[in-house]
């Protein structure tokens, strides 16, 4: 068997997806997706220039050999572009060797460890009382976790506040929109929102909360502090991870359960934290990380740490995405839960799959491969559109952490 074609498809459902097509001699081809939110042209250039002809006439079977290839091949390794690309390859090649055993991914990983896969929404809103309604939906719509985000009084543009139903999609414009973050109003918000959603839905829903790496490693402790009465399943974010050491001083002033780590491309950007125990939670996913292969070994190392899996699962993540995290889900033996945002019913029509909601969890179904595919014909009625994500100033006009 060999590889004859390498096509990358860029397409706009709502928002910019890149999603690689591989396609073999005998018949079978296998998706995998390359997006990278607001760089989304850098990866399609990178396969496009410099992996797909590498890739011509090559033995997709060869899953770990290829991987090798096109990490230690290229010299410059990690980083988001390169990772990006090369977990579309990775998915695309188990899509096909699923296609070829008739199964399923997560049977070829070993098999399931469960039988679905927790999943946590979204619940924006524009205040507390809006916020803990949205809440409300989300527990009237049969989910045992849902992450809560509100907006601030007198912070414009703070992270989280959705703009439609159902989903939040921050890339918006050619130009990034301006947001201002103030850290001592969040800090004196925060547990104001939890507890007013503690006191409307009771202790027994999962709620998550993502600080989006706005904070100091001791603001981030203090607000872990705060926290603590409403019982979080996790803290997301709390302070930018290039800082691993800084997940210390939190750890020693909160319990607040810590999870990090969507931004990560490899095993490298998470090894202090996993093997000092820093964290809770390794947010790593299939796209930004390398792809399944790269992934089992982060999963693999947690595991050794009793740190469980959280990925990401935004929709910056097109469906090809989470089909294949769902199959990894359903597997990984330390899993924790799985980010779930829906997706408009453009990107669902591109993007047939398989993968299913039912009370508070998916399943990816048991279609070969990773369960999902692209419509191309389709897609090509969605056109690239050049969007930027947001940035954040403090009131004094300072660069902040979007």
Known sequence: MKITNAKVIVCSPGRNFVTLKIETDQGLHGIGDATLNGRELAVASYLEDHVAPLLLN????????TWQRLYRGAYWRRGPVTMSAIAAVDTALWDIKG???????????????RDGVMVYGHANGSGIE?????????????????RVQSGIPGVHGAYGVGRGQMYYEPA???????????????????????????????????????????????????????????DLFWMEDCTPAENQEGFRLVRNHTTTPLAVGEVFNSIHDCRTLIEEQLIDFIRATVVHAGGITHLRQIANLAALYQVRTGSHGATDLSPACMGAALNFDLW???????????????TDEVFPHAYSFSDGYLHPGDEPGIGVDIDED??????????????????DGSMWNW
Do not use: C
């Open 130 to 146: 809006h916020t803990t309604d949205e809440v409300g939906k989300y527990v009237s719509l049969g989910y045992k976790a849902i």
């Open 58 to 65: 090559s033995d997709p079977r060869r899953i770990e050999d």
């Open 332 to 346: 990984v033996p330390n899993f924790g839960i799985q980010e779930y945002m829906r997706h408009t019913p453009e």
């Open 172 to 230: 918006d414009g050619l130009m990034p929109t301006e947001t201002i973050w103030d850290t001592a109003a969040y800090l004196r918000f925060a547990p104001k929102l939890f507890e007013r959603v503690r006191e409307v839905h009771g202790s027994e829903i999962h709620l998550l909360h993502d600080v989006h790496h706005r904070l100091t490693p001791i603001e981030a402790g203090r607000l872990g502090k705060s926290l603590e009465p409403f």
């Open 99 to 113: 296609k070829m055993a008739n199964m399923p991914v997560y049977e070829l990983l070993g098999g399931a460890s």
């Open 378 to 395: 389709l897609a090509a009625k969605y056109p690239y559109s050049a969007k930027q994500l947001p940035i954040a100033r403090l009131k």
